[in-house]
């Protein structure tokens, strides 16, 4: 791949991976049922000198099939190859092995990469450094022993375009493997991984295909990297690798007349560099772009969708080219490889998305309020316009979206409102969200408690007055609308150094009987308690919002005192939906 690998020098001390078993012996030649690629495989590139581990990208992605990026001598001269050209990875079992066996187990498989930008610029890719072409044979029989694997990809640019000694050694190579997995029983392929322009391949890559031809080399699929175009235009990136690869079809039709439509089709790939390549803003592939491409590549019968690379897969770095670790737009972590994963099994992209409430319970006191968050997300395809609505409301208890319409990944905000008659109980309340695609749900569990307390019980305890009575405060005290726990207003005690900033109420409530005062504060020393006809209180220090409960039990009157207050000089406090149960 055309990108700035200068950081592979700097990780090829990383050490050997975990050994694994069951895998072939390197070097043997006895048959076996390897399993070929799927006829139709999405399989992005792993840029393997990372460190990361592909079977756990693999199953964090939804990739099942991963290209390994890449296969090299550790030094020019060399016939040699190792993983990044580390010789503390080897083509063994060792390195990598438990890995792929597990991608196995999970249905997928991989495809080792010989080559790259940082090879083919250094000599290292292994026809350009090894002069002996049973040796080059012999290190890509090895690779296909070791790991029991059915494809191996040549990715090849820059100075390995014109080397022309190295193409042809590589394509004599290609023979002589091609003839040894025949005679012991194995499918292989071979695909050449080359740069393109807008109309097909340079007349480089034409060049290494004309010689494959010419060495009687079956070259299975032709991957087109459709992007560092770095001729000065802004490109739609989607269009041009349909024309791109209509060029290709153009090409290999004339290199090979006796394939059919679909032949030439099903030989062709497809790279792509998700979010902006190394040229800059101009060439940037979007998640509208993979959409786009995605359908267009299953409708012709396309081989191979890929794109560089999986751990470019996210959003971390907007506006930046060209980096190995985010793609430089703003995206959800794997979008591209939930548009692209479906290729393999040959399913239709389809706009999809979800719809979760967070949290997805309350429980709130008659007469008070709550509010929850909407959240929605793209699943597949592209996001979509999404309307909101909710139901299921009890008597007394008001429910609204709002907004009632977002763009999958957006929010929206479920607004809760009872009133004081409202019965007690727990009422599921129902998410509706719907779009072109369908429809998805999400539930709400509403809990409310208590009923319409007695004459003189607790009042105005959310504060959704929007004025103080009947609390009354010491000076400082105020409604406020933030911060708030639930609806529009609560409750601020303001201490001072010669005040705890106590705000109250007077209640009325049955004699000796058991009650709980409860309420959400936040603050340094915030105090709730009752006084008067009964004795008790609880505090917390906190950032946020917190629920206090006080039980207490009223004396012969029924008349006690509610209060929140903070503590001498340690800032003000906030309370609010105060109720007693």
């Not at 092995?97 to 290292?124: E, H, K, L, Q, W």
């Not at 001729?231 to 006796?258: E, I, R, V």
């Not at 548009?339 to 399913?347: H, K, N």
């Not at 607004?415 to 695609?437: D, E, Q």
Request: net charge negative; aromatic share 8%; with cysteine.
């Amino acid at each position: 791949m055309r990108l700035r690998r200068t950081i592979q020098a700097a990780l090829t001390a990383c050490a050997t991976l975990a050994a694994s078993a069951g895998l072939v012996a390197a070097g043997t030649g006895s048959a076996h049922a390897t399993t070929p690629l799927p006829s139709r495989v999405f399989a992005p590139y792993f840029e393997a000198w990372t460190g990361q581990n592909p079977a756990t990208l693999a199953a964090q992605s939804g990739a099942k099939h991963l290209t390994m990026a890449f296969l090299q001598a550790a030094t020019k001269g060399s016939c040699t190859p190792y993983w990044n050209g580390d010789t503390a990875k080897p083509v063994a079992s060792s390195t990598f092995g438990a890995d792929i066996a597990t991608i196995r187990a999970n249905g997928g498989d991989v495809i080792p990469s010989f080559g790259g930008y940082t090879a083919d610029n250094t000599g290292a890719e292994i026809a350009d450094s090894c002069t002996d072409v049973s040796q080059i044979a012999a290190a890509f029989e090895n690779v296909i022993s070791t790991y029991d694997i059915s494809r191996i990809d040549l990715d090849i640019e820059d100075n390995s375009l014109t080397n022309t000694a190295g193409i042809d050694r590589r394509n004599k190579a290609i023979k002589l493997v091609q003839d040894w997995a025949a005679a012991n029983g194995r499918s292989v392929q071979f695909s050449y991984t080359l740069p393109t322009t807008t109309s097909g391949l340079a007349a480089g890559g034409l060049a290494v295909l004309k010689n494959a031809v010419s060495n009687n080399a079956r070259i299975d699929v032709v991957n087109m990297m459709t992007f560092d175009y770095y001729d000065g235009a802004t490109h739609d990136m989607a269009a041009d690798t349909q024309t791109s690869a209509q060029g290709l079809y153009n090409q290999l039709a004339a290199l090979y007349p006796a394939k059919t439509p679909a032949q030439l089709w099903g030989s062709i790939g497809i790279t792509e560099m998700v979010g902006i390549d190394d040229y800059g803003a101009a060439e940037t592939f979007t998640v509208a772009n993979a959409t786009t491409v995605y359908n267009w590549a299953a409708s012709k019968g396309i081989n191979t969708l890929s794109f560089w690379a999986l751990q470019r897969d996210n959003g971390g770095c907007p506006g930046t080219a060209g980096n190995d670790a985010c793609s430089g737009i703003s995206q959800g972590t794997w979008d591209f490889t939930h548009i692209f994963a479906a290729f393999t099994s040959g399913s239709p992209v389809t706009n999809d998305f979800s719809v979760a409430v967070n949290p997805n319970s309350a429980t709130v006191t008659a007469g008070s309020s709550a509010s929850a968050t909407i959240a929605t997300a793209v699943t597949a395809g592209s996001a979509q316009s999404v309307n909101l609505s909710v139901s299921g409301a009890p008597a007394g208890v008001t429910a609204t979206v709002t907004p009632g319409s977002v763009t999958a990944g957006g929010s929206a905000t479920l607004n809760i409102a009872t009133a004081s008659a409202a019965a007690a109980g727990t009422y599921p309340l129902t998410v509706t969200a719907t779009a072109p695609s369908g429809t998805h749900t999400a539930t709400y569990a509403l809990t409310v408690t208590g009923t319409t307390p007695p004459p003189g019980g607790l009042a105005n305890g959310g504060l959704e007055t929007g004025s103080l009575a009947p609390w009354t405060c010491q000076s400082g005290g105020a409604v406020v609308s933030t911060p708030v726990h639930s609806g529009s207003y609560a409750l601020q005690s303001a201490p001072t150094e010669s005040q705890t900033g106590d705000c109250s109420q007077t209640v009325t409530l049955k004699p000796n009987a058991s009650y709980t005062l409860s309420g959400w504060v936040q603050g340094n020393y915030a105090y709730l308690g009752v006084g008067g006809g009964a004795n008790a209180s609880t505090w917390t220090n906190s950032t946020g919002w917190t629920k206090l409960t006080v039980p207490f039990t009223t004396g012969a009157s029924g008349t006690v005192t509610v209060y929140l207050h903070g503590w001498y000089g340690q800032g003000n406090v906030y309370g609010d939906d105060f109720a007693i149960a």
